[in-house]
């Protein structure tokens, strides 16, 4: 079972050793014997440490049989059969079946590990012969595909290497194409770069050549009103720099790239070109506002996320505009719904400018259904999918209308988000990113096998079609970590887990997405530097919110359940929506089942709607229900105190200050969490942090450095490690200073939006460059993609109508 065997054909493989062959039995028998069908990889690792046990020294020492189980990632069982896939490491997968009488082992195709897999689910027990594909393996061929590990999700310096050096073999092809590139920049009538003065490369050469020699003699601080009529005559508009000192950068920059080129000088040039003036950011589902949404059904982090990103891109793109020598405003578009019945929020208002900006805007569009007639109410992320087409449409009118033109970057945000900046990028010929945030797929067990038991309520097979879609059109794709693309050694990231995939009935995936692809680039998001910032800065602490703070915590709040017995004890501070992934009520019951954590720390959450009857989320509502059978059934009142949700981010970021005061933690108990904004907020304001390993804060904390790392597949571990944390911090009161301290420091050199914004405005320049010299277009990939739209998601969104 190692690489060096592996082929597309069968290949029987029976040369296990005596000691192996009992280790087979032993763990063959214990799968029998557990009469199920399916086995995750934790699953199948606890067997084999039961099997190791029992099997003691029959096991030959270094057995590979045994290496290779380790990879196994999940495996499905029908007698005699267990089929299974190997992740022999991240990104590379190979399939096998075992005998489970004759102990034989046989590599197989995916298609083969896919089609068992159908079979175990559907009525008649057989999987379809000819099914619907969606296979994406073919068109890998049109790009340049990295091939280590390490090099995932730093995508654009891959691309930059390679394509630097075949695009740029020799001077004259270099030159070539940097000029047909500088020559189709403009803005609004304007040429930028290169006159019509430089008709050839030749030209262009004469005119790099002249404007060096000219810039020579220059003072730095000279403005570019003052040099551009002698620039003029050369051929170079504006574009090239506001300075002397500027231009003279770039210039130099160019001929470097001429004569000898590398892959640093190609993306600092890049950067300095006037290329987007206008973005537009896709975020449809949901109550997309400035106040009143946070907390609301589908309403949370990526709201704070898309506002923070406005306000650093805005500024990042000025400033780049003004360093470029163009006066002009950029113009930031973000998309959303229009909801009629929109509460207290704010959502029914077409057009809202962001706070914080000088001119990025909220635009909102209805969603409409066939016959035109506006949608008033709103609509879970599970049921968008029958308006996303007409509101791709009605959104191309308003933002052509809004800008005057098409914008020069289109952002699309979730599975819904990234689906219509799919539509549009096509219709409009514009460089498209997607950010993710959360794929489901990741969320729920097996949910494409059981796509069909989950279609009433989650609408699977509209969603993950959509996620497929969107992954492979995308000209980048921007996520907060390595592990939403890759996972680690011993789980599979949020886009691993498309690399191959069936929803029996609907379509086969042998292969969807390569996380081995360079669209993929890490860009870590931060937390609003003016809002969320280290207790310990009492200059900008906030002091007049102390009253409403105390009383949120310990008084007469509306909605509040419960006052603490004893508010001295540090508090477990939680602040979530309230759903099943969230995992809040997972938490509170780790916490009622150890008593030495409830004897040293109270627990405070925010989260969700307190009156099950104010809530119209049905996910919600169960949660509600369990949390309070929870609260009555271990007695919790005065131990633990829940108010509803908190959508007032200044309040909240004031809020975790104060619970730092009183020498408290911040717990993320999610089951998974793409990233963890909250996470970030905490750890920035001072409070340590015990976070999820499923996910974004695996990478963010450093455990037991700068925060703590949590399973939450073992909730009593996380209640002794929290129990653990105060005990310790009774004892050496300097232990939750360090750990603070650690915190914030770890925040500070990688989390910020001003780091995020400045990356991915370069990313935007590289793709579009590339895009548009080379084939990374993948014109072939478009069309296959678009017949499986029609096709496929086309007729399944129609059901749902």
Request: glycine share 6%; aromatic share 10%.
């Amino acid at each position: 079972m190692t690489a060096a065997k592996r082929s597309t054909e069968t290949t029987r493989h029976q040369s296990f050793e005596d000691g192996e062959r009992r280790f087979l039995y032993l763990l063959f028998k214990r799968i029998r014997g557990a009469k199920r069908q399916f086995f995750l990889h934790s699953d199948i690792q606890d067997l084999i440490s039961e099997v190791s046990s029992e099997a003691g020294d029959d096991l030959p020492e270094g057995s590979q049989l045994l290496a290779n189980l380790k990879g196994v990632m999940s495996a499905a069982h029908r007698d005699p059969w267990l089929v299974v896939e190997f992740r022999q490491s991240i990104g590379r997968w190979y399939h096998g079946r075992f005998h489970l009488d004759d102990l034989s082992f046989e590599e197989i195709p995916v298609n083969d590990f896919l089609a068992f897999r159908e079979s175990l689910v559907c009525d008649n027990g057989s999987a379809d012969e000819w099914p619907i594909e969606f296979n994406a393996q073919p068109f890998l061929h049109d790009v340049p595909i990295m091939r280590e590990k390490r090099q995932i999700g730093r995508g654009v310096e891959y691309l930059n290497r390679t394509l630097s050096h075949r695009l740029f073999s020799s001077a004259e092809k270099r030159v070539q194409t940097l000029f047909d590139f500088l020559q189709i920049h403009h803005h609004r009538g304007r040429q930028l770069m290169l006159s019509d003065r430089i008709q050839t490369p030749a030209e262009l050469q004469q005119a790099i050549e002249g404007a060096e020699e000219f810039l020579a003699d220059q003072p730095d601080d000279k403005l570019w009103k003052d040099i551009r009529a002698e620039l003029n005559s050369l051929g170079l508009e504006v574009g090239w720099g506001d300075t002397v000192a500027r231009v003279r950068e770039t210039v130099n920059l160019l001929s470097e790239i001429i004569d000898s080129p590398n892959p640093s000088d190609i993306e600092e040039f890049l950067g300095r070109i006037p290329m987007i003036f206008s973005v537009v950011i896709f975020s449809p589902h949901g109550y997309f506002g400035q106040s009143n949404v946070l907390g609301l059904p589908d309403t949370g982090g990526q709201v704070v996320y898309i506002l923070d990103q406005v306000r650093a891109l805005e500024k990042e793109m000025r400033e780049r505009l003004e360093s470029q020598g163009l006066d002009t405003e950029p113009d930031i578009l973000v998309v959303t719904r229009q909801i009629p019945d929109a509460k207290e929020t704010g959502c029914d208002v077409k057009e809202e400018s962001i706070n914080g900006t000088r001119n990025a805007r909220i635009i909102r569009v209805p969603f409409t259904e066939e016959s035109g007639e506006v949608v008033p109410q709103w609509i879970s992320r599970f049921k968008v999918w029958p308006y996303l087409e007409r509101f791709t449409i009605d959104s191309e009118r308003a933002i052509l209308a809004e800008l005057g033109n098409k914008p020069d970057l289109i952002i699309g945000n979730y599975s819904d988000g990234n689906l219509v900046a799919t539509l549009l990028a096509e219709r409009l010929g514009v460089t498209q990113c997607n950010i993710a945030h959360a794929l489901e797929k990741t969320k729920y067990l097996f949910s494409d096998l059981y796509w069909k038991e989950n279609e009433e309520d989650y609408h699977f097979s509209a969603h993950f079609t959509a996620d497929l879609l969107a992954m492979n059109a995308a000209d980048f794709i921007i996520t907060s970590t390595y592990q939403e693309i890759a996972g680690n050694a011993s789980s599979v990231g949020q886009y691993e887990s498309y690399s191959s995939f069936t929803m029996p009935g609907l379509f086969r995936v042998p292969k969807g997405i390569d996380v081995f692809d360079p669209k993929f680039n890490i860009v870590s998001p931060g937390a609003d530097e003016e809002v969320y910032f280290p207790h310990t800065d009492q200059e900008n602490r906030i002091t007049g919110l102390k009253k409403e703070i105390d009383t949120l915590l310990f008084g007469d709040f509306p909605g509040a359940v419960s006052q603490f017995k004893d508010p001295d004890k540090p508090i477990i501070f939680l602040m979530s929506r309230l759903d099943k992934v969230k995992n809040v009520t997972g938490f509170v019951e780790w916490y009622a089942k150890n008593d030495r954590l409830r004897e040293l720390a109270n627990v405070f959450v925010i989260g969700g709607n307190t009156d099950f009857d104010q809530s119209s989320d049905s996910e919600e509502k169960e949660q509600i229900r369990i949390l309070y059978d929870l609260i009555e059934r271990h007695n919790l009142r005065g131990q633990l105190r829940w108010v509803p949700k908190q959508s007032d981010k200044v309040f909240n970021g004031e809020l975790y200050r104060v619970l730092a005061d009183r020498k408290g933690v911040f717990v993320q108990p999610a089951l998974f969490e793409a990233f963890g904004l909250t996470v970030i907020e905490a750890m920035t304001s001072g409070l340590p942090t015990f976070a999820t390993i499923f996910g974004g804060p695996l990478e963010i904390i450093e455990d037991g450095k700068s925060g703590f790392h949590i399973d939450p597949n073992h909730g009593e571990d996380v209640a002794e490690k929290l129990a653990d944390f105060f005990a310790r911090c009774q004892e050496d009161p300097d232990h939750w200073n360090q750990v603070s301290q650690g915190g914030i420091e770890r925040v500070e050199a990688h989390y910020t939006w001003r780091l995020y914004a400045s990356r991915l405005m370069s990313l935007s320049r590289i793709y579009g460059f590339w895009k548009f010299v080379s084939n990374l277009d993948r014109a072939r990939s478009r069309a296959y993609e678009q017949l499986f739209y029609r096709s496929v998601f086309r007729p399944i969104v129609d059901k749902m109508s």
